[in-house]
């Protein structure tokens, strides 16, 4: 499956924005969605994933209450809903797919990306 995230893009500090994941060339429903993100100079890192029938999110503790995760098979689309967004939000924000949703994620472990959609939060 092909993956295409979109939706970033340039934000005051306390606004919101929605990462749409996209998928083309397969079903989303065999997979499960992950969103990850990598700031300058630092590794990437896992901050939301979505189960492949969407009974089951995990989000990354320091983002809980802020970042929501969620998917709709039929549109073959996933989304991450971010509010009160903070300058630190800053990054490129990537989708990823794997067969299973395990926590905590790993981008090792998964083999489809998107192309990465930059966020950038001003103060």
């Known amino acids: 499956v092909q993956l295409q995230a979109s939706g970033g893009g340039l934000v005051q500090a306390g606004g919101s924005l929605r990462l749409s994941c996209a998928a083309s060339?397969?079903?989303?429903?065999?997979?499960?969605i992950a969103w990850f993100r990598q700031a300058p100079g630092k590794k990437r890192e896992g901050v939301s994933g979505?189960?492949?029938?969407?009974?089951?999110?995990y989000t990354a503790d320091f983002l809980k209450g802020r970042f929501t995760i969620s998917r709709d098979n039929a549109k073959n689309t996933v989304w991450l809903q971010m509010n009160s967004l903070k300058p630190e939000d800053t990054a490129v924000y990537f989708c990823?797919?794997?067969?299973?949703?395990?926590?905590?994620?790993?981008?090792?472990?998964?083999?489809?990306w998107g192309q990465g959609t930059l966020v950038t939060v001003s103060s």
């Open positions: 990823a797919a794997r067969g299973l949703l395990r926590w905590p994620l790993r981008s090792a472990d998964f083999g489809s």
């Open positions: 060339g397969g079903t989303l429903d065999n997979y499960a």
């Open positions: 979505i189960a492949r029938n969407g009974g089951t999110t």
